[in-house]
């Protein structure tokens, strides 16, 4: 029911029968104050509930009128009002939220899509180092030189060279002189690798 209609129509029926607000008010003990509320469908004048109910019943029981019937108007009228209300309530709501920033939803996809990077980047990097690990390191087997023989080897990652006197070994890396694999006179081996040399601990003396 539009708004209006219901106030409207009581009115209407109260000045059909000629009937003053005063009239109402000396038979039902409602007052002209809220007489006036009911046909102007301000309800927010009215005491609200049973009360209301109670007034339109005994309004159209006086002006002679369906009390079922304009009891089931007065509840179509009032509920859109609440409507209206809950309506308005609600604007005010989202009204006093302040909108999303643009830039809030743009970080986040930026977000993901690093994470994303990431993940993936880390997993290229992760795998390549597994792989490098695990390959077979290779070494040169050289096998055994004998007392005043030169001889000249190369090998891809490092070779290991023991002497049983250490004195009686020249070694020369890239052409440049190395030291003595240990103490003149013991046994000792060295490491020689792209990086660095690592050198083993000397062993027994030679009598």
Known sequence: ???????????????LREVTLEEITQATRIGPRFLGALEN??????????????????????LGLDEEAFLAEYDLAHAAHAEQLNQKHLQKIEDRIPPTPV???????????????????GG???????????????????????P???????????????????????????????????VPGTSGTITMTRENLRQATGGNSQS
Do not use: C
């Open 148 to 182: 005043g023989e030169n001889r000249h080897f190369s090998a891809r990652t490092e070779f290991v060279v023991s002497a049983a006197n250490s004195s009686a070994v020249l070694l020369e890396l890239n052409r440049e002189a190395m030291p003595p694999l240990s």
């Open 41 to 62: 469908e301000e309800w927010d004048k009215l005491p609200g509930g049973v009360f209301n109910r109670g007034f339109v019943r005994s309004i159209a029981h006086y």
């Open 124 to 146: 290229i990097y992760g795998w390549r180092r597994f792989v490098r690990h695990s390959s077979p390191k290779q070494s040169a087997n050289v096998g055994t030189v004998r």
């Open 103 to 121: 830039w809030i939803p743009v970080a986040l996809v930026l977000g993901v899509l690093l994470l994303l990077a990431a993940i993936i980047f």
């Open 1 to 15: 029911m539009a708004r209006g209609n219901f106030g409207e129509r009581l009115k209407r029926e109260r000045e």
